[in-house]
């Protein structure tokens, strides 16, 4: 695995695309997104979601197993057999896969996912403390014993 960001890789990928002709501008027209969001997914202040992770790879002409963890198409995934699996899967099964993910999640889940792989870090951190926030005052009765005579 590289040592590298997932964005730093992006970046090459884009750099690389951009020595094709395809600039930012054409790449995020043809994700349906703005220029300044695959802007921000290259300087790593968001993520893409799942969809668009994917649909970006196929405009790169790259492997989401480069992009995410630094693996090139002929270098084995040692370390995770679901990886492994997945990466033996035809580019047609693959996107079968991506659609069956996609469509276990209802829209406003698919919605959620998206917006949270959006934030930063540390916004992802404070989103999940508040949804425990908000889960344990819901729900008082969990996180007391009651003693009853």
Same mark, same amino acid.
């Given at each position: 695995?590289?040592?590298? #960001?997932?964005?730093?890789?992006?970046?090459?990928?884009?750099?690389?695309a951009k020595k094709k002709g395809k600039t930012i501008e054409k790449i995020s027209y043809a994700l349906g997104v703005k220029q300044g969001t695959v802007?921000?997914? #290259?300087?790593?202040?968001?993520? $893409?979601?799942?969809?668009?992770?994917?649909?970006?790879?196929?405009?790169?002409?790259?492997?989401?197993? @480069?992009?995410?963890? &630094?693996?090139?198409?002929?270098? $084995?995934? #040692?370390?995770?057999?679901?990886?492994?699996?997945?990466?033996?899967? =035809? $580019?047609?099964? /693959?996107?079968?896969?991506?659609?069956?993910?996609?469509?276990?999640?209802?829209?406003?889940? /698919?919605?959620?996912?998206? #917006? @949270? &792989?959006?934030?930063? =870090?540390?916004? /992802?951190?404070?989103?999940?403390?508040?949804?425990?926030?908000?889960?344990? =005052?819901?729900?008082?009765?969990?996180?007391? =014993?009651?003693?009853?005579?």
């Amino acid at each position: 695995m590289s040592n590298q #960001k997932w964005n730093e890789r992006l970046a090459i990928a884009l750099n690389n695309a951009k020595k094709k002709g395809k600039t930012i501008e054409k790449i995020s027209y043809a994700l349906g997104v703005k220029q300044g969001t695959v802007s921000n997914w #290259k300087a790593g202040r968001r993520e $893409p979601s799942f969809n668009q992770m994917r649909e970006l790879c196929e405009e790169l002409g790259v492997s989401h197993a @480069y992009i995410l963890f &630094g693996e090139l198409d002929d270098e $084995p995934i #040692k370390d995770n057999p679901l990886l492994k699996s997945i990466s033996r899967l =035809t $580019p047609d099964q /693959q996107n079968m896969l991506s659609s069956l993910i996609s469509n276990a999640l209802s829209e406003s889940e /698919q919605d959620l996912l998206d #917006k @949270y &792989g959006q934030l930063n =870090t540390n916004n /992802q951190a404070a989103l999940l403390r508040l949804a425990d926030n908000i889960i344990e =005052t819901q729900n008082p009765q969990k996180n007391h =014993t009651i003693l009853r005579c």
